[in-house]
């Protein structure tokens, strides 16, 4: 008999009960908890959970996403979680997290593993490191039959001109210069980092070219930018139609176009987040879904609402049907 699986990608956007989010978290469990019943996951990939210590150099914990699990069936799923740049403890800010109903085999994460940090001479003199803002989370599932799920949590740099010094004070920048050659660092970030997801899958398909391969998260990029070509690496880029077994598709192509956006940002239906999946993981696929019915505009709602508890950002699942067609 065909087994369902079922894997989903949600940035809970800032999720955090302490600090100044504590008097409003009360509120965003009410909202947010039962989105995520209504994915039904057997794997869930979050983006934006932040963590907090009681003290400054000791661990960290996940509060604000254990209150927010507590009464769900993912209290009990496996986890992984993404940890700082030294890979000592979890981040203060924006980690990445994987959920899963199924044994996780193996994980790791990859914070210029596999891409040095660029370097950027700077029109007005001097060396910038580029550097990614988070690592990429991968996990190896165990799958039904002894397959195996070779997974990617991903949350891209946003197109936001990155911090310049001396070009930028109290939030506004001081020359169209230097947003620009900020912008331009927010380009070289996500596609860097897109990059470095890129040379992973090709690497789990090195090792096995009939790899299960599902790629997620917030990309922060719609499906012709260069972030998705990176890492979908389609056979009309590069020209081979040998390299057809290692591209990446996006589930949301199956979807109506009414359906097809995870963002509003300013009147404009975004799809900014995305499962990709391979050739292969691609004859397991049945359906998918946006939970997009109550999403807000991301400019225009916070101005409307008073400690708003939702997402700007909306929940997206996939269906599979594990037996072999």
């Not at 979050?46 to 914990?61: D, F």
Request: a negative charge.
């Amino acid at each position: 008999m065909a087994e369902r699986l079922r894997i989903a990608t949600f940035n809970l956007e800032n999720l955090d009960d302490r600090g100044g989010a504590a008097a409003e978290f009360e509120g965003r469990l009410d909202v947010l908890a039962p989105q995520l019943i209504r994915l039904r996951a057997d794997v869930l990939c979050l983006q934006e959970v932040n963590a907090h210590g009681e003290t400054r150099h000791g661990p960290r914990q996940l509060t604000a996403l254990d209150r927010l699990l507590a009464d769900t069936p993912y209290a009990s799923y496996h986890r992984v979680a993404s940890v700082n740049r030294k890979g000592l403890r979890i981040s203060e800010h924006h980690n990445l997290v994987i959920l899963s109903r199924l044994p996780v085999l193996s994980h790791r994460q990859l914070w210029h593993d596999l891409v040095p940090p660029p370097r950027h001479l700077a029109p007005g003199g001097g060396e910038i490191v580029i550097e990614w803002d988070r690592p990429l989370l991968s996990a190896e599932i165990a799958l039904a039959g002894g397959a195996r799920l070779h997974l990617l949590n991903l949350h891209l740099r946003a197109p936001r001109a990155a911090f310049i010094a001396g070009h930028k004070e109290h939030g506004v920048w001081q020359s169209v210069g230097g947003w620009a050659e900020g912008h331009f660092l927010a380009t070289v970030k996500a596609a860097g980092q897109a990059l470095e997801a890129r040379l992973l899958i090709d690497s789990i398909f090195d090792s096995d070219p009939a790899a299960l391969v599902l790629a997620c998260g917030d990309f922060n990029a719609e499906d012709r930018e260069a972030p998705l070509r990176i890492i979908r690496g389609d056979e009309e880029d590069t020209r081979n139609g040998r390299l057809a077994g290692r591209c990446l598709v996006p589930v949301e192509r199956s979807l109506a176009d009414s359906r097809r956006h995870s963002v509003i940002h300013h009147g404009r239906r975004l799809m900014l987040d995305h499962i990709l999946v391979s050739r292969r993981l691609l004859g397991w696929y049945r359906s998918a879904e946006v939970h997009n019915e109550a999403l807000g505009d991301e400019l225009v709602s916070p101005s409307l609402i008073a400690a708003p508890p939702d997402s700007y950002h909306a929940a997206m699942v996939a269906e599979f049907d594990l037996a072999p067609p």
